[in-house]
């Protein structure tokens, strides 16, 4: 199967977008997702599947579908042309629809032929700037089916259609008549009515909610565009001796290209030569710049503020780590939430009922003997009033703005759904090493004999592991450089089976490797060293020359400064945090005690892993999984929740459902915090789009509600749920400070 996207015009509501999906779920093989939010359908098709087919589906259901357009560098500022053509029917309806609505209802500025000023004024309103609404209606009744254009289109026509037989053919048109403004429908004789003002003000009111949307649906999704304009234009690269400026898209794996201070990284790579600092707080929102030399891997997009960099690509184009959180971010706009589901299902079938609600109406105000005007007044309005512009947009914006916001901090969320799984979410698996620890060795602790200083013991341990390879002895070799300075060239240097380093450092034969291979009779201060070191899960690393042990450097894998702090958090989430390692009980207790961790799962095998996680969802419990190694794979997709540390393995970020590009544990916190705090506010959008309709239908049956003022209430409806879901934006990092207490676990309330 291939997956492929189509760019959708026409879409008007929720009801549109499940009606295409359903029409294009019934080719054989396809598999469609379309989403009214982003106006995208993602499709799954069998190799060798023509893209055409689905392109003349959809235009066969009546709307527009083109394989998406990649403007480089268009970003936010890119002409919208149905943006354009929304503001320019917005505003000749404003201009012309005010003095309407202005004339019903001050009876003070009803001159004496001012109905027919009223008509001239309305009709361009209903006719040319409602035109895409009476299309789409068109279109759907062509196909057997009814959307929220379609009630807008039958309630304004009918208003309109009513007024014109009032003015000909009933007594509206004589001179002098009055339109007295009310807030109610009261029976009366309609051939004396007209209801110009409704029609022209209900297309004023629904293009104004439409027109925001459409705006706020572009604010909304910016970020993410500007995450993926993030990247280098042009690189140069190094081709024959010289420098040669080229588009990055030429740039070729195994190439080496020039990256000068303040410009971007062209692509992922290694640092050939030179040593500066990267700013690379775009990607990962670490605000700190991280020092680079040689050796070490840089990811495109990322600034280079320090010296001149000299980098091998090794990673281009769709492969990029850049390119890879474009992927996600897509996806995470396409995919569909249950909620969201359930929405779109409420949408399809809303219209035809309402619909029938309406008629129902009618036929009940004209059985009761009630005049035909009055009847169609109510009629309309329950027409209007049900229009499920909120409820269309309930979901949909809610994961714009919470998706892009996330990706603004760092937290790659996969899909939608993902954000459903965070709120029941009860137990947190933590990984330890790359995870709760750094994952790289560090020298923490240099115990001498009586005889012996400090400084000697790290200039001549640093001269040797110097030259090895070993990750313990790069951690020695970079903390003596800290602290001496620049160390001696040892005359000589073997290693002896990665157990121990020997050569001649300033005249002496030195030896550095395990204590038990240099002398297994330590003086009691060492050895009493060795065995504190040890029983912390630490490893001893002892130094000797002259046939005697002079001194034991102390190395371990180190607690992330911010990992105490997220384990906090964690807690005040309601979360269990548990640490899940397969190193021995007496390290992970250690760092366990260190960051607050109360139970502790350690001695596990990556299978173990899996067997741990079943067993506590076989308990009830719903479980996060927090990794970033290889043996974390199948954890993280086991797990209820799986979220991989960005700095970890390209396995562990593929398995999970969500990535934290920092790797900073409190990212995780930030992840279920803003999962969470979305999918209140599409709860609360939901929850506003239902009772709104719910509650607005009987009065506008009953003859209780105008229809005009039903027109502003439905727009005004879409404009708060657009508006409460924007309100993400200012959704902040809870790195450094107290988780806000309005913030609850599962079992409070958001």
């Known amino acids: 199967?291939?997956?492929?996207?189509?760019?959708?015009?026409?879409?008007?509501?929720?009801?549109?977008?499940?009606?295409?999906?359903?029409?294009?779920?019934?080719?054989?093989?396809?598999?469609?997702?379309?989403?009214?939010?982003?106006?995208?359908?993602?499709?799954?098709?069998?190799?060798?599947y023509d893209p055409q087919t689905l392109v003349a589906e959809v235009e066969d259901a009546g709307y527009t579908a083109v394989l998406p357009q990649h403007h480089e560098g268009a970003g936010d500022a890119s002409?919208?042309?149905?943006?354009?053509?929304?503001?320019?029917?917005?505003?000749?309806?404003?201009?012309?629809?005010?003095?309407?609505i202005a004339m019903a209802m001050v009876p003070a500025l009803q001159f004496r032929y001012w109905q027919w000023a009223a008509l001239t004024l309305a009709a361009p309103v209903i006719v040319w700037a409602g035109k895409p609404f009476h299309q789409a209606a068109w279109v759907n009744l062509k196909h057997g089916t009814a959307t929220m254009d379609t009630l807008v289109s039958v309630g304004t026509?009918?208003?309109?259609?009513?007024?014109?037989?009032?003015?000909?053919?009933?007594?509206?048109?004589e001179a002098g008549m009055r339109h007295p403004f009310e807030l109610t429908v009261t029976p009366s004789d309609g051939a004396g009515n007209i209801y110009l003002e409704v029609a022209a003000g209900v297309i004023m009111f629904v293009l104004a909610g439409r027109y925001s949307e459409k705006r706020?649906?572009?604010?909304?999704?910016?970020?993410?565009?500007?995450?993926?304009?993030?990247?280098?234009?042009?690189?140069?690269?190094?081709?024959?001796?010289?420098?040669?400026?080229?588009?990055?898209?030429?740039?070729?794996?195994?190439?080496?290209?020039?990256?000068?201070?303040?410009?971007?990284?062209?692509?992922?790579?290694?640092?050939?030569?030179?040593?500066?600092?990267?700013?690379?707080?775009?990607?990962?929102?670490?605000?700190?710049?991280?020092?680079?030399?040689?050796?070490?891997?840089?990811?495109?997009?990322?600034?280079?503020?320090?010296?001149?960099?000299?980098?091998?690509a090794a990673r281009v184009g769709a492969d990029t780590q850049l390119a890879h959180m474009a992927t996600l971010v897509e996806a995470a706009q396409t995919g569909k939430a249950q909620v969201q589901r359930l929405a779109d299902r409420v949408s399809g079938i809303f219209v035809p009922v309402v619909i029938?609600?309406?008629?129902?109406?009618?036929?009940?105000?004209?059985?009761?003997?009630?005049?035909?005007?009055?009847?169609?007044?109510?009629?309309?309005?329950?027409?209007?009033?049900?229009?499920?512009?909120?409820?269309?947009l309930a979901t949909p914006t809610a994961l714009l703005v919470g998706t892009g916001r996330a990706a603004q901090l760092g937290v790659l969320i996969k899909g939608p759904e993902i954000l459903e799984s965070t709120r029941a979410v009860d137990t947190i698996l933590l990984d330890k090493t790359g995870t709760v620890t750094t994952g790289k060795m560090t020298l923490i602790d240099v115990v001498t004999a009586a005889d012996t200083d400090r400084a000697t013991v790290l200039r001549l341990a640093g001269a040797l592991e110097d030259a090895s390879e070993h990750p313990i002895a790069q951690a020695?070799?970079?903390?003596?450089?800290?602290?001496?300075?620049?160390?001696?060239?040892?005359?000589?240097?073997?290693?002896?089976?990665?157990?121990?380093?020997?050569?001649?450092?300033?005249?002496?034969?030195?030896?550095?490797?395990?204590?038990?291979?240099l002398d297994p009779h330590l003086d009691p201060l060492l050895e009493a060293a060795k065995a504190r070191a040890e029983a912390d899960g630490k490893t001893a690393v002892a130094i000797g020359w002259d046939g005697r042990v002079r001194g034991l450097l102390v190395v371990a894998d180190t607690v992330k400064p911010t990992s105490a702090e997220a384990v906090q958090q964690f807690k005040r989430l309601g979360l269990t945090p548990i640490l899940l390692t397969g190193d021995n009980h007496a390290v992970a207790q250690?760092?366990?005690?260190?960051?607050?961790?109360?139970?502790?799962?350690?001695?596990?095998?990556p299978d173990g892993k899996v067997s741990v996680i079943q067993a506590l969802q076989a308990q009830g419990s719903v479980v996060?999984?927090?990794?970033?190694?290889?043996?974390?794979?199948?954890?993280?997709?086991?797990?209820?929740?799986?979220?991989?540390?960005?700095?970890?393995?390209?396995?562990?970020?593929?398995?999970?459902d969500i990535t934290l590009m920092s790797g900073d544990l409190r990212a995780a916190a930030d992840a279920i915090r803003l999962s969470r705090r979305t999918l209140a506010t599409i709860k609360t959008n939901l929850f506003w789009a239902f009772g709104y309709n719910v509650a607005a239908l009987p009065l506008a049956a009953f003859g209780l509600l105008n229809p005009m003022l039903a027109g502003a209430a439905m727009a005004l409806s879409s404009v708060f749920v657009v508006g409460n879901s924007l309100r993400l934006r200012s959704f902040t990092s809870v790195a450094g400070r107290p988780v806000p207490r309005d913030v609850l676990g599962p079992q409070g309330s958001l």
Not at 83 to 95: M, Y
Not at 264 to 289: N, Y
Not at 375 to 390: E, F, R, S
């Open 356 to 392: 029938t609600i309406a008629v129902g109406t009618l036929g009940v105000w004209l059985g009761a003997g009630l005049p035909l005007s009055a009847a169609l007044t109510a009629a309309v309005a329950v027409l209007i009033i049900a229009c499920p512009c909120a409820l269309g």
């Open 476 to 517: 020695i070799a970079k903390r003596a450089k800290a602290e001496i300075g620049t160390l001696p060239q040892p005359e000589e240097f073997i290693s002896v089976a990665s157990k121990s380093v020997r050569g001649r450092v300033e005249g002496r034969a030195v030896v550095v490797g395990r204590a038990d291979q």
């Open 624 to 656: 996060a999984m927090v990794g970033d190694g290889v043996n974390d794979a199948a954890a993280l997709a086991t797990a209820d929740l799986g979220l991989a540390m960005g700095t970890g393995t390209d396995v562990a970020i593929e398995a999970a």
């Open 590 to 605: 250690h760092i366990a005690a260190e960051v607050g961790i109360d139970q502790v799962i350690a001695e596990v095998l």
């Open 79 to 100: 002409p919208d042309p149905e943006l354009t053509s929304l503001r320019e029917r917005l505003v000749t309806s404003i201009i012309l629809a005010s003095p309407v």
């Open 216 to 312: 706020s649906k572009r604010r909304a999704s910016a970020a993410l565009r500007a995450l993926l304009e993030l990247g280098a234009k042009d690189v140069a690269v190094l081709r024959e001796g010289s420098e040669i400026r080229i588009p990055v898209e030429r740039l070729g794996v195994g190439e080496e290209f020039v990256v000068r201070p303040g410009e971007k990284i062209a692509t992922d790579g290694v640092v050939v030569s030179g040593s500066s600092a990267v700013d690379a707080s775009m990607l990962t929102g670490e605000s700190v710049p991280v020092e680079v030399g040689p050796g070490d891997t840089v990811t495109g997009a990322t600034v280079n503020v320090g010296g001149r960099l000299l980098v091998r």
């Open 1 to 48: 199967m291939t997956t492929i996207e189509l760019e959708i015009s026409g879409m008007t509501c929720a009801s549109c977008a499940a009606r295409l999906e359903k029409r294009l779920n019934t080719l054989a093989g396809v598999a469609a997702t379309v989403n009214y939010a982003t106006e995208k359908a993602s499709v799954a098709i069998p190799s060798g």
């Open 157 to 173: 026509l009918s208003a309109f259609l009513w007024s014109l037989y009032a003015l000909f053919l009933g007594t509206a048109g």
